[in-house]
T-cell receptor, first 116, second 112 residues
Framework: GAVVSQHPSRVICKSGTSVKIECRSL??????MFWYRQFPKQSLMLMAT?????????EQGVEKDKFLINHASLTLSTLTVTSAHPEDSSFYIC????????????FGPGTRLLVL | QKEVEQNSGPLSVPEGAIASLNCTYS??????FFWYRQYSGKSPELIMS????GDKEDGRFTAQLNKASQYVSLLIRDSQPSDSATYLC????????????FGRGTSLIVHP
């Protein structure tokens, strides 16, 4: 149980385009989903927390207009990187908590974004 | 500022030995503690959670929690080369928030 998927696993795009990443909880309902970013050899950096049906809460320094988060259902959250630039190239990872086990986060496999 | 500290390593142990990974945290009221394993280029994978003082064993892994001293550790018995990874300690803060604070991780290398 507690499986989280992400799509796509890898994306390469041109500078200025927008990229949408999907995060799904496959076998549980996720009341809360988290989006992280991780640069090579660095620690996880929390970008935002999203609760189903409400606006995401962004961490300090994360531009909400650049990183659009939608948590439309209890099994799906999306992160859209708008007008991507090379400095947005990173490993984006989502995680989800279930209703029953809210203390525990289960991570998706991650999406590697490369902006040319 | 709630902090979770880990030695970045690398911690190098021979195959078959016990690997001991340590983590200290600043929020005295924290109640939930987690260990994740992250292989290079992959996302973190939950290994264990622990909520009460003492030891919790799961296969070759043992998590140890000491709330009075504010540390949590992970022991890996009979270490295998496949255990080579970065181990992340995560601590849920007091006050009911489910947004954990992650340590920077300890790199473990198990050499044959």
């Amino acid at each position: 149980g507690a499986v989280v998927s992400q799509h796509p696993s890898r994306v390469i795009c041109k500078s200025g385009t927008s990229v949408k990443i999907e995060c799904r909880s496959l076998d549980f309902q996720a009341t809360t989903m988290f989006w992280y970013r991780q640069f090579p050899k660095q620690s996880l950096m929390l970008m935002a927390t999203s609760n189903e049906g409400s606006k995401a809460t962004y961490e300090q320094g994360v531009e909400k207009d650049k990183f659009l988060i939608n948590h439309a259902s209890l099994t799906l959250s999306t992160l859209t990187v708008t007008s991507a630039h090379p400095e947005d190239s990173s490993f984006y990872i989502c995680s989800a908590c279930s209703r029953e086990g809210q203390e525990t986060q289960y991570f998706g496999p991650g999406t590697r974004l490369l902006v040319l | 500022q709630k902090e979770v500290e880990q030695n970045s390593g690398p911690l190098s142990v021979p195959e078959g030995a016990i690997a001991s990974l340590n983590c200290t945290y600043s929020d005295r009221g924290s109640q939930s503690f987690f260990w994740y394993r992250q292989y290079s280029g992959k996302s973190p994978e939950l290994i264990m959670s622990i909520y009460s003082n003492g030891d919790k064993e799961d296969g070759r892994f043992t998590a140890q929690l000491n709330k009075a001293s504010q540390y949590v550790s992970l022991l890996i018995r009979d270490s295998q080369p496949s255990d080579s990874a970065t181990y992340l300690c995560a601590v849920n803060p007091s006050g009911g928030s489910y947004i954990p604070t992650f340590g920077r991780g300890t790199s473990l290398i198990v050499h044959p």
